[in-house]
């Protein structure tokens, strides 16, 4: 993912190529190298985001976000969950989601996702895993 740090605007982001001809749902991986606080998502080509409520997630682990913390999204059809993980332990965080959050998905073509955070930013690494899906007839 692209660095920047303008003053207030402290995001990575990556052109993910997306080659099927029909939306796709992903996972969204997302590890903690340390703290962090306020990340969130964006598919800025679908339009689509997520917020996370890092308070949340520190509620639900017990303490702040750390370096080893995980969270997995996934936006699957029939198979939509947000999982913290830490220490070997597997928390449902669905929770840590803000009303105004969508599933992200991709779309045919180049989509541009950014990750952003209040702070900690550096602590972010997202990997974001999908499947090309074809219509047919």
Same mark, same amino acid.
């Given at each position: 993912?692209?660095?920047? $740090?303008?003053? $207030?605007?402290?995001?990575?982001?990556?052109?993910?190529?997306?080659? =099927?001809?029909?939306? +796709?749902? +992903?996972?969204?991986?997302?590890?903690?190298?340390?703290?962090?606080?306020?990340?969130?998502?964006?598919?800025?080509? +679908?339009?689509?985001?997520?917020?996370?409520?890092? @308070?949340?997630?520190?509620?639900?682990?017990?303490?702040?976000?750390?370096?080893?913390?995980?969270?997995?999204?996934?936006?699957?059809? =029939? #198979?939509?969950?947000?999982?913290?993980?830490?220490?070997?332990?597997?928390?449902?965080?669905?929770?840590?989601? #803000?009303?105004?959050?969508?599933?992200?998905?991709?779309?045919?073509? @180049?989509?541009? !996702?950014?990750?952003?955070? #209040?702070?900690?930013?550096?602590?972010?690494?997202?990997? !974001?895993?999908?499947?090309?899906?074809?219509?047919? !007839?």
């Amino acid at each position: 993912l692209v660095r920047s $740090s303008a003053a $207030s605007d402290v995001y990575k982001r990556q052109v993910v190529v997306y080659e =099927g001809d029909a939306d +796709t749902s +992903t996972i969204v991986d997302i590890q903690f190298l340390g703290p962090v606080s306020g990340v969130k998502l964006y598919n800025t080509t +679908t339009q689509t985001r997520i917020n996370i409520n890092t @308070d949340e997630i520190a509620r639900l682990l017990g303490s702040a976000i750390k370096a080893g913390d995980r969270l997995s999204i996934s936006s699957g059809v =029939g #198979d939509k969950y947000v999982k913290a993980y830490r220490d070997g332990n597997v928390y449902n965080a669905l929770s840590a989601l #803000d009303r105004d959050s969508a599933w992200i998905f991709l779309t045919p073509g @180049d989509n541009l !996702i950014t990750v952003r955070a #209040d702070s900690g930013i550096d602590n972010v690494s997202a990997i !974001i895993s999908f499947e090309n899906l074809y219509e047919s !007839i």
